[in-house]
Each structure stands twice: as structure tokens, then as C-alpha cells.
């Protein structure tokens, strides 16, 4: 269990593909699966992209950019991504439901010892768990975009993760070159848990008027030396990720704090859910 070389990737959008790209980097033979062959490409695509920029940047070499590329494959069936993967990395969009059918999929298909592990920012790892053979084996790894260049892994032990387990994912983060920092499972974990209801509050003064949405963040860089405003960040992350995310603490603390301020639920049913699609508090 703790000698991992292959790697499957269970989605390969933003943060699914950053995943791949720094496995793939550190020498791991990944597997990215997707539902098309379309997104698929894309994924792949968006890797080279990036390490090109790294090329360019003098950071890796072309040598080594052609080899990490070499070690990423692609599948359009979770079933074959993770047919002989010792760890199985999902990164799919913040549903427990969606989640659900990709790990009850995963234990069917992946080897006996697999270690599981969920890239979700705030879902339950130990109902994430639940719906697996073995418990475990599961755990939290929660990257941070873009994910070749942030540093953290919060690592995030359900109610029955073995230490086993967390030992090798805490060193398979150092491997890859992050910074893992143990968390134990509880609604949006830290870093949501704080970020999140500070965006909320930065909508709230939007919504109430106090000022515009440039306005707000230029008090959070000047003021508070934030590098980017909580507005701006909440268009980069995505507004229907905000709202997800502000809905499992609203639900699992039953706290109205963490009440989704009506403006931030207004733009996402809107569709206006930041640079994804080209607006949300800017326009890109």
C-alpha cells in the first residue's frame, strides 16, 4: 500500500487536472478519467499548456516536460482509470450525490488495497466513506488552485481513516512537493470554514449597498494585505462553488451565519458564476 506508483484522476476539470499535472510531475504514472473525450483532451491540453509556461519560466525542462506527459493516460471509464490504481484521487464538482455514485463505482472496480482519497473542500469525509467497502482506506485530500503552484494539501481523516493511511497520503504530499496540514472532518474543514463566510459577508455588503464590488475588495488588499479581494476570488473559484460550499456549513452547523447571502444565489441561478463563464462580480 505505501509504495503508490499509479494514480487514477476521477474528473479532470480545474482542479482534477492540476491534480494530474503535479502526480505526473513528481513521477507517478497517472490515469485521468472523464466523460468525453472532449474534456478528456482538454485536461491533457491544459497540462501542457501549463508546463510549457513552466518551460519557459526555466523551472523544469523540456526533457522533463516531455516525460511527465508520457506518464498521463486518459480513459473514458472509471472502471478502466482504476482497474489497477493504489490510489484513486476524485475530483469531481462539490455534490455529495455525484460523489457518491463515482466512489460506489470506484470500490467496485479499483484494487482490494486501494487507498480512496476525496478532493471535496467541504463535504463529509466519513460520509464520503460510508458508502465504501472499506472506510479505512479513505481520506481527505484537499488541494488548492491552481493547484502546480499552491503549496497546502489539507489532509482530512474521516471517523475511521487508519493512521496507516494518513501516514502515506501526509508523505505522498510531501512527494509531490506540498505542505500537508492535518484536519479533522468537520463542515467546509478550516480553510472553507473561514474563507467562505468572509466572501459571504464581502456579497452582503454588495447586496446592502456599502459599496461596489471593486470597492470592497480594494479595502481587502489595501487594508487587510490580501493578495487578491474576496470578490475577485470568488469569481476564480466559482460562484455555484461559493454557494455549494456555504450550503453544506449552512446545513451541517444549523448556524445562520452561514446563511448564502440572496445576491450570491441570484448570479449563480443567473448563471453568471464568475470567470467560468465569463462573468460574475467582473466581467472577464
Known sequence: MND??????????????GIAHVFAQSGFSIQIAETTEELADRAVATIEKNLQRMVKKEKITETEMSDTMKRIGTSLSIEEAVSEAQLVVEAVPESFMIKKEVFETIDKHAPADKILASNTSSISITKLAAVTSKPANFIGMHFFNPVPVMKLVEIVKGLETSDEVYEIVKDLA????????????????????????????????????????????DVMKLGMAHPMGPLRLADFIGLD?????????????????????????KMVDAGKLGDKTGEGFYKS
Open 241 to 265: 462553488v461559493c454557494l455549494d460550499i456555504l450550503t453544506v456549513l449552512y446545513d451541517g452547523f444549523k448556524d445562520p451565519k452561514y446563511r448564502p447571502c440572496p445576491l450570491l444565489v
Open 4 to 17: 503508490i506508483k499509479k494514480v487514477a484522476i476521477i474528473g479532470g476539470g480545474t482542479m482534477g487536472n
Open 174 to 217: 510531501e512527494k509531490l512537493g506540498k505542505v500537508p496540514v492535518p484536519v479533522h472532518d468537520s463542515p467546509g474543514f478550516v480553510s472553507n470554514r473561514v474563507l467562505m463566510p468572509m466572501i459571504n459577508e464581502a456579497i452582503f455588503c454588495v447586496y446592502e449597498g456599502v459599496a461596489e464590488p471593486e470597492d470592497v475588495d
